[in-house]
Nanobody, 114 residues
Framework: QVQLVESGGGLVQAGGSLRVSCKVF????????MGWYRQTPGKQRELVAT???????TYADSVKGRFTISRDNARKTLYLQMNNLKPEDTAVYYC????????WGQGTQVTVSS
């Protein structure tokens, strides 16, 4: 059974940092490309960053230079380090396969105050 469990969100002031995590169950994590996505009310879910099984990464232009995606295959965990956060980064953050399949976690709320 595939499960994706996000954690680590919270409230932070603009300019601050947060790291969100995603524990993955039920897939062969080390060979899977993964991604972080985010969604705000009334908007479509958008891709934030991806990482391949070989640690190749891509980022949305809006987060390039501020966010870093990484993975720990031994812990089957995906991370997103977010620095210099802006109020427009406020969203629910989800991890999923890349490209995304039918499996999504519950997400973790990140709120950036100005």
């Amino acid at each position: 059974q595939v499960q994706l469990v996000e954690s680590g969100g919270g409230l932070v002031q603009a300019g601050g940092s947060l790291r969100v995590s995603c524990k993955v169950f039920g897939i062969i994590f080390r060979v899977s490309a993964m991604g972080w996505y985010r969604q705000t009310p009334g908007k479509q879910r958008e891709l934030v960053a991806t990482i391949t099984s070989g640690d190749g990464t891509t980022y949305a232009d809006s987060v390039k230079g501020r966010f870093t995606i990484s993975r720990d295959n031994a812990r089957k965990t995906l991370y997103l380090q977010m620095n210099n956060l802006k109020p427009e980064d406020t969203a629910v953050y989800y991890c999923a396969l890349s490209p995304p399949g039918p499996y999504w976690g519950q997400g973790t709320q990140v709120t950036v105050s100005s």
